[in-house]
């Protein structure tokens, strides 16, 4: 059974408030409860229902899956901030920060190079912390091609920056 526009609105209202006490479950604040409620209401007006489907028990699995891919990113951007931190205090070394400086630079140069569909795969998947499929669905490509473009990102990333460190800036010596 195909829910034509009017009577999915419909219907969206009534999930709203059982999905936000669900959001608010997992997340245990209503400021996250009402962003993972928007983007499941957001995620079922974006995609094609599927036929048959209880609106109410899919809604809970899509905000569950989005809140579940929320918690692998934030566990992958808190373990770069830490890591930063600690680098950064373990090293007061200039000359190891500025090369640093200098291969991020590389890399990011060397990604604005790529191609747009290696680019964004590159992104979503590494960048973001997305898995495959949600790229694919994102990018509406097969798993496989997502796959294959994100290895030839990454194989275009390494040879365009190579596997040695970046070179040292030059300095003149003052006599």
Known sequence: MSL???ALRQ???TIIAPVRRFAYSLTGTHFEADDLLQMTIERILSRPLPADVHLLKWAFRICRNIWIDEMRARKVRLRAVEEEKIDFA???DG???MMGRLALQQVQEAMTNLPDDQRAVLDLVAVEGMS????ADILDA???TIMSRLSRARKSLVEAVGSSPPTKPKTKVQP
Do not use: M
């Open 132 to 135: 495959y499929a949600e790229a």
């Open 11 to 13: 219907e969206i209202v």
């Open 90 to 92: 373990q090293t007061q």
């Open 142 to 144: 097969p798993i496989g």
């Open 95 to 97: 000359e190891r920060h």
């Open 4 to 6: 034509d526009d009017h």
